[in-house]
């Protein structure tokens, strides 16, 4: 059924035509929406049988997923930011336990600075804990790959989050086709656990694993990734047979096959980022865009594939390892390794920062001219770093550096420093 609504209302009725059993989840914007939806829908019978858990923190949001999952139910929640780093050591057990608990990432950035606009550095922080990652392009996908992930989780038995840019989705009114209960009972089965505690069939879950089987288990949580791999793009397969669109599977490529330049990115950003290639195209330059979809397992072999016959690779992301420089783009040189295309690194979008179709322009002029840094911070206001830096180097005790820099772009009261 085709209907205007907001994107987290859009992700809740997803969830909830997956029919989860519990729903635990403790409120951090920009994730409330989600399961303020979910909650109303347990309260009015919408959604039976499930139970809705109030939790006083995040790590007990996961830790309730966790337990009801343990004991055969299926267990969804949502969070971001600040959450999730809150919940994590409740994260990774999840992944080692093998729990096929489904959650909505409302993508934040993390503090400090407190800042609660959008980029990827929540999901991306937990990039090896074991979860399969799947990021939204659009809020159609996003209502898409919740349905996929449950489907997904549970024939792995592993955790998956589904990774969607917060406010700029999740608060966001668009056309979206909210899918019939049957189709989405045609595709996903009712929830059969590989494990579950059983008074009848007392096992440990969890148990302490020492180091002459420790390096075996996790391999096998890395063996699970690889099957994943396989599994993705079948089940992206099947739910366009079912449901009538593509949605999900590993990547998407759009206007790749002659590009010369390729730019690879993931979530909300790609719909800029294609506007502005079709211009570019109209002005005869050859550009392509690759949206990864699965960022965990990362699809080295399809990436490899995409990106290979290119000149050059331009990896924007919203996110930044500190000391570093990219997190996508690490991995994207790895499946590039002994390829031709040069690759360039632009971090865009920190915080929320806008991300326009002019800079986009600019940017990519520049790499088609081989000018792009190695390293390239789109729109950083060079004149705010060096004043800072110098400020930092005549004065030992210069201030914090978040207040300073924001009186000087005038966003607080001037004074004296």
């Given at each position: 059924?085709?209907?205007?609504?907001?994107?987290?209302?859009?992700?809740?009725?997803?969830?909830?035509?997956?029919?989860?059993?519990?729903?635990?989840?403790?409120?951090?914007?920009?994730?409330?929406?989600i399961?303020?939806?979910?909650?109303?829908?347990?309260?009015?019978?919408?959604?039976?049988?499930c139970?809705?858990?109030?939790?006083?923190?995040?790590?007990?949001?996961?830790?309730?997923?966790?337990?009801?999952?343990?004991?055969?139910?299926?267990?969804?929640?949502?969070?971001a930011?600040?959450?999730?780093?809150?919940?994590?050591?409740?994260?990774?057990?999840?992944?080692?336990?093998?729990?096929?608990?489904?959650?909505?990432?409302?993508?934040?950035a993390?503090?400090?600075?407190?800042?609660?606009?959008?980029?990827?550095?929540?999901?991306?922080?937990?990039?090896?804990?074991?979860?399969?990652?799947?990021?939204?392009?659009?809020?159609?996908?996003?209502?898409?790959?919740?349905?996929?992930?449950?489907?997904?989780?549970?024939?792995?038995?592993?955790?998956?989050?589904?990774?969607?840019?917060?406010?700029?989705?999740?608060?966001?009114?668009?056309?979206?086709?909210?899918p019939?209960?049957?189709?989405?009972?045609?595709?996903?089965?009712?929830?059969?656990?590989?494990?579950?505690?059983?008074?009848?069939?007392?096992?440990?879950?969890?148990?302490?694993?020492?180091?002459?089987?420790?390096?075996?288990?996790?391999?096998?949580?890395?063996?699970?990734?690889?099957?994943?791999?396989?599994?993705?793009?079948?089940?992206?397969?099947?739910?366009?047979?079912?449901?009538?669109?593509?949605?999900?599977?590993?990547?998407?490529?759009?206007?790749?096959?002659?590009?010369?330049?390729i730019?690879?990115?993931?979530?909300?950003?790609?719909?800029?980022?294609?506007?502005?290639?079709?211009?570019?195209?109209?002005?005869?330059?050859?550009?392509?865009?690759?949206?990864?979809v699965?960022?965990?397992?990362?699809?080295?072999?399809?990436?490899?594939?995409?990106?290979?016959?290119?000149?050059?690779?331009?990896?924007?992301?919203?996110?930044?390892?500190?000391?570093?420089?990219g997190?996508?783009?690490?991995?994207?040189?790895?499946?590039?390794?002994?390829?031709?295309?040069?690759?360039?690194?632009?971090?865009?979008?920190?915080?929320?920062?806008?991300?326009?179709?002019?800079?986009?322009?600019?940017?990519?002029?520049?790499?088609?001219?081989?000018?792009?840094?190695?390293?390239?911070?789109?729109?950083?206001?060079?004149?705010?770093?060096?004043?800072?830096?110098?400020?930092?180097?005549?004065?030992?005790?210069?201030?914090?550096?978040?207040?300073?820099?924001?009186?000087d772009?005038?966003?607080?009261?001037?004074?004296?420093?």
């Open positions: 059924m085709l209907k205007q609504t907001e994107g987290s209302r859009g992700v809740a009725e997803a969830v909830a035509l997956c029919r989860p059993e519990v729903v635990c989840a403790y409120p951090i914007s920009p994730q409330t929406h399961v303020e939806a979910l909650g109303s829908m347990v309260k009015s019978g919408a959604l039976a049988p139970e809705f858990i109030n939790v006083e923190s995040e790590f007990a949001a996961m830790s309730v997923a966790i337990g009801a999952s343990a004991a055969g139910a299926r267990a969804y929640t949502a969070t930011s600040q959450g999730l780093l809150y919940m994590v050591e409740a994260v990774f057990n999840a992944a080692g336990l093998g729990l096929p608990v489904v959650m909505t990432i409302a993508n934040r993390i503090g400090a600075p407190i800042n609660i606009w959008n980029d990827h550095s929540d999901a991306m922080s937990q990039r090896d804990s074991g979860w399969i990652q799947l990021f939204a392009e659009d809020n159609q996908e996003a209502l898409d790959l919740h349905i996929q992930a449950f489907r997904l989780g549970e024939e792995l038995s592993l955790p998956v989050m589904v990774c969607v840019d917060g406010f700029i989705l999740t608060h966001a009114y668009e056309r979206v086709d909210v019939a209960q049957g189709q989405v009972d045609a595709y996903l089965p009712p929830y059969e656990p590989r494990q579950v505690l059983d008074p009848r069939e007392p096992v440990s879950i969890g148990a302490m694993v020492g180091p002459d089987a420790f390096a075996e288990v996790r391999y096998l949580a890395h063996a699970k990734q690889m099957q994943a791999l396989e599994l993705i793009p079948r089940h992206a397969a099947e739910f366009r047979e079912i449901f009538g669109r593509a949605a999900g599977g590993l990547t998407h490529a759009y206007r790749t096959e002659d590009a010369e330049t730019v690879v990115a993931l979530g909300s950003v790609l719909g800029t980022i294609k506007d502005t290639v079709d211009e570019m195209r109209g002005e005869g330059h050859r550009i392509g865009v690759l949206s990864i699965s960022f965990r397992p990362f699809p080295l072999a399809e990436v490899r594939r995409i990106l290979q016959h290119a000149r050059r690779v331009v990896v924007l992301e919203k996110s930044l390892a500190v000391g570093i420089g997190i996508v783009s690490a991995n994207v040189r790895m499946a590039l390794s002994g390829s031709p295309p040069h690759s360039y690194t632009v971090i865009a979008g920190l915080g929320g920062r806008a991300i326009t179709r002019r800079a986009l322009h600019r940017m990519l002029r520049q790499a088609q001219r081989d000018e792009l840094e190695s390293l390239t911070f789109l729109d950083l206001d060079w004149n705010i770093v060096r004043r800072e830096l110098e400020r930092e180097k005549q004065q030992r005790r210069s201030g914090p550096i978040a207040e300073n820099i924001l009186r772009v005038g966003a607080v009261a001037s004074r004296a420093v």
